[in-house]
């Protein structure tokens, strides 16, 4: 009978599934900053290579 109710008590147990979800919804949360990043990369660096440009031509003081 010990062994019938530890496989039901083990049948029951949700900590394991609400492990799983944490870890597939980090992974997406995760995978959706990488393609946000990847989707900017290029304006980012074109637009920093700009303002270095800028700065290298500006004259400080009188």
Excluded: C, H, P
């Excluded at 394991?16 to 393609?35: E, I, K, N, Q, R």
């Excluded at 800028?54 to 003081?61: A, E, K």
């Amino acid at each position: 009978m010990k062994l019938f109710k530890l496989a039901k008590d083990f049948n029951n147990e949700e900590d394991g599934a609400v492990t799983v979800d944490w870890v597939v919804l980090t992974a997406a949360v995760v995978g959706l900053g990488v393609a946000a990043l990847a989707a900017v990369r290029d304006g980012t660096e074109t637009l920093s290579s700009a303002i270095g440009d800028y700065l290298s031509t500006v004259q400080v003081g009188g």
